[in-house]
Nanobody, 128 residues
Framework: LVQLEESGGGSVQDGGSLRLSCEVS?????????FAWFRQAPGQEREGVSV????????KYAEFVKDRFTISQDNHKNLVYLQMNSLKPEDSAMYYC????????????????????WGRGTQVTVSS
């Protein structure tokens, strides 16, 4: 069972930056592996933020984070990052890392049901 552990959350001011990390336990890439970031604010549904295809370079972003957030990975350390710049109070949420180990159409990659493997989350709070 693959384990995911997020870190890097915290409290920042409006306009600030944070870098989230997701440590992934050992896994095997048999063709299609995706790592994604989701977020969930209190009383809201979990929403997809960004996804990266393992060892492929393909990325996808939700419209509300384009040009502000960047997803990347360090294959040697099994880490997936989410660099978040120009943070806004509406970005405040619990951020979760997720993984999928089979092919999925791009239209499904920012949808929570696409993923079966989840971390416990890290809290991000942006104050105005």
């Amino acid at each position: 069972l693959v384990q995911l552990e997020e870190s890097g959350g915290g409290s920042v001011q409006d306009g600030g930056s944070l870098r989230l990390s997701c440590e992934v336990s050992d896994y095997r890439n048999d063709g299609a592996v995706y790592f994604a970031w989701f977020r969930q604010a209190p009383g809201q549904e979990r929403e997809g933020v960004s996804v990266i295809r393992d060892k492929n370079g393909y990325t996808k972003y939700a419209e509300f984070v384009k040009d502000r957030f960047t997803i990347s990975q360090d294959n040697h350390k099994n880490l997936v990052y989410l660099q978040m710049n120009s943070l806004k109070p509406e970005d405040s949420a619990m951020y979760y890392c997720a993984a999928r180990f089979s092919y999925a159409h791009s239209s499904a990659l920012l949808s929570a049901p696409t993923y079966a493997n989840w971390g416990r989350g890290t809290q991000v709070t942006v104050s105005s």
